[in-house]
């Protein structure tokens, strides 16, 4: 799990990278919780979304947004925690140019975040959101939402409002050709405490579907 260091826009990035096995093994980015609340790339969740792509064969990279750990910069609302994210997308690009498939996977405000790359980011195939604040952030760019996915939430999240989340996949899932799988875990809150094996098993699960239906190499 070697440590990088990427070139963002307002200076150091701090990353934790595990490469694939094959040459051609997909890519998948992972965005932590907001900043300003104690939000870091180890979060448990976010260690959590990380091992599970890396263990279905993915080359996989986490970061710190700026102003987090050893990341340069300030927190910017999250104009600037975009960028962060597209300069982390280049750099796992760059180190995986022949990447059959391109993931982005977020929890909490990072899902916010990852939500607005997908917009940007045509390349992106597909998306694990994990408890995204949709009572907190805007999520109408999603308009329409690009890609299919996966959302999950806990139902006794004590910060985002299951009806929120279940009103955003009824949205995203209307559009055609689009697919969302909208997972709810029971009893799990916001931090998925006590839960972090069934947030692993649900993504699991997902990925292999996926996985499966596009014939992509996995992991031994």
Not at 74 to 82: F, I, K, M, T
Not at 128 to 135: F, G, L, W
Not at 145 to 159: K, N, Q, V
Request: proline share 6%; aromatic share 10%; net charge neutral.
């Amino acid at each position: 799990m070697p440590e990088v260091i990427i070139n963002g826009e307002d200076g150091r990035i701090e990353g934790r990278y595990h490469p694939g096995k094959g040459n051609a093994s997909p890519i998948a980015l992972i965005l932590h919780p907001h900043p300003q609340f104690r939000g870091t790339m180890n979060n448990k969740v976010v260690y959590t979304i990380y091992q599970t792509f890396a263990k279905r064969g993915f080359s996989v990279l986490r970061f710190n947004f700026r102003g987090v750990g050893r990341s340069q910069g300030s927190y910017d609302g999250g104009q600037g925690e975009l960028s962060d994210a597209a300069s982390a997308l280049d750099w796992l690009q760059m180190n995986n140019p022949n990447a059959a498939y391109c993931w982005v996977a977020g929890f909490s405000f990072g899902a916010w975040i990852s939500m607005q790359l997908l917009m940007r980011r045509p390349e992106i195939d597909g998306f694990v959101a994990v408890a995204p604040p949709t009572n907190r952030f805007d999520f109408g760019f999603l308009a329409p939402c690009p890609s299919s996915g996966m959302i999950i939430h806990g139902t006794s999240d004590e910060l985002v409002p299951e009806a929120d989340v279940q009103k955003l996949a009824d949205k995203l899932a209307a559009q055609k050709a689009i697919k969302i799988v909208l997972h709810k875990i029971p009893k799990a809150n916001h931090f998925f405490e006590d839960r972090l094996d069934e947030l692993a098993s649900a993504i699991d699960d997902y990925l292999v579907a996926a996985i499966g239906k596009n014939r992509v190499v996995t992991a031994g």
